[in-house]
T-cell receptor
Framework: DTAVSQTPKYLVTQMGNDKSIKCEQN?????MYWYKQDSKKFLKIMFSYNNKELIINETVPNRFSPKSPDKAHLNLHINSLELGDSAVYFCASSQDPGTPEYGYTFGSGTRLTVV | SQKIEQNSEALNIQEGKTATLTCNYT??????LQWYRQDPGRGPVFLLLIRENEKEKRKERLKVTFDTTLKQSLFHITASQPADSATYLC???????????FGAGTRLFVKA
């Protein structure tokens, strides 16, 4: 049973389109995240949700809008896609951030290619 | 600004040797440091954590050190195996914080 699952795994789309990436975790974690991994392999946090509440919103264009319908799901919607949005997007979850001993559990990533 | 540096060049070692990876950071005082393993096409997998008041942590063939004065962590894999070949990421965070900052990782190749 996959702990953090995100779909789709690959997404190829044209500039200007709107797309969504879905994420679900079955670990019972309270906190979920979206990270972006660029071509240089840096993982940069985009958003963090705790119990459906937005906690962190890094410097991300407002074309990116996360939505958490419940604490097991965190989806990412992207409007008006641009070439620079091409990257691998990772969803992750964690227990209470006050107990980092267990680390983050990541999904397998969504490779987004904007053409 | 906060910065994490890991050796961008790949590390090539012979099977059975000890691999040592370095993580340096600036403009940051983390409460803890984590190490992750990432295989191609997969998400990072958590390996272990060391807190600011700990000098060393071990888990099976893994050993991590944390020097808050040097602002550096060393990650050792003893008796390395080809299956240890992967990219290893370090990450820093604050207890109670929701933002963990990751380095770009170091690629390790273990030759049989």
């Amino acid at each position: 049973d996959t702990a953090v699952s995100q779909t789709p795994k690959y997404l190829v789309t044209q500039m200007g389109n709107d797309k969504s990436i879905k994420c679900e975790q079955n670990l019972g974690h309270d906190t979920m995240y979206w990270y972006k991994q660029d071509s240089k392999k840096f993982l940069k946090i985009m958003f963090s949700y705790n119990n459906k509440e937005l906690i962190i919103n890094e410097t991300v264009p407002n074309r990116f809008s996360p939505k958490s319908p419940d604490k097991a799901h965190l989806n990412l919607h992207i409007n008006s896609l641009e070439l620079g949005d091409s990257a691998v997007y990772f969803c992750a979850s964690s227990q209470d951030p006050g107990t980092p001993e267990y680390g983050y559990t990541f999904g397998s990533g969504t490779r987004l290619t904007v053409v | 600004s906060q910065k994490i540096e890991q050796n961008s060049e790949a590390l090539n070692i012979q099977e059975g040797k000890t691999a040592t990876l370095t993580c340096n950071y600036t403009n940051y005082s983390p409460a803890y440091l984590q190490w992750y393993r990432q295989d191609p096409g997969r998400g990072p997998v958590f390996l272990l954590l060391i807190r600011e008041n700990e000098k060393e942590k071990r888990k099976e063939r893994l050993k991590v050190t944390f020097d808050t004065t040097l602002k550096q962590s060393l990650f050792h894999i003893t008796a390395s195996q080809p299956a240890d070949s992967a990219t290893y990421l370090c990450a820093l965070g604050h207890t109670g914080g929701f933002k963990t900052i990751f380095g770009a990782g170091t690629r390790l190749f273990v030759k049989a």
